[in-house]
């Protein structure tokens, strides 16, 4: 996120990380609607994951992740995180379905997710659609870069 790459979706001060992060994401009661996750190596923390399903029909989760840097990419340790996630959502949560949604731009996540067994969705909108509650598609449905911007990726 953020210029120069990726100037529509500038990285979040302060004020707009507490907007989009409602408390329930940091607390053990809100477990079954959404939480942060750090993401370490060797003891440092290089970037943070995380899952929601409060917008989303049961079963379903999405998910989320960001690198502190680019010299943690290209490393295996996103790939990684994300199949523990995964793992774990699948074993505690009882989620089976998954959907990740980065900019189009971000080629090096895309083939991140694909190698976390993340497959294109065919059609965007009807992924979209079987993946959110009717109640927030509208807010939620065109995704971070905007419909055409945006890479809808899906596992089941």
Same mark, same amino acid.
């Given at each position: 996120m953020g210029p120069p790459d990726f100037t529509e979706s500038p990285i979040p001060d302060w004020n707009r990380f507490q907007k989009d992060f409602e408390d329930f994401y940091f607390l053990e009661?809100?477990?079954?609607?959404?939480?942060?996750?750090?993401? #370490?190596? !060797?003891?440092? #923390?290089? !970037?943070?994951?995380?899952?929601?399903?409060?917008?989303?029909?049961?079963g379903r989760a999405e998910l989320d992740i960001w690198l502190k840097s680019r010299i943690y990419c290209g490393k295996g340790f996103g790939t990684a995180a994300l199949i523990q996630l995964i793992n774990y959502l699948s074993?505690?949560?009882d989620i089976g379905k998954f959907i990740i949604r980065p900019s189009e731009k971000n080629l090096r996540a895309i083939a991140a997710y694909e190698k976390s067994g993340f497959i294109r969705a065919a059609d965007k909108k009807k992924a979209v659609s079987e993946y959110l509650l009717e109640e927030y598609i509208n807010?939620?449905?065109?995704?971070?870069?905007?419909?055409k911007g945006t890479a809808v990726l899906i596992k089941e």
């Open positions: 009661t809100g477990r079954n609607r959404a939480s942060v996750m750090i993401i #370490e190596n !060797g003891g440092e #923390e290089i !970037g943070c994951l995380c899952y929601a399903c409060f917008h989303l029909k049961p074993s505690a949560r807010l939620y449905g065109n995704g971070d870069y905007g419909f």
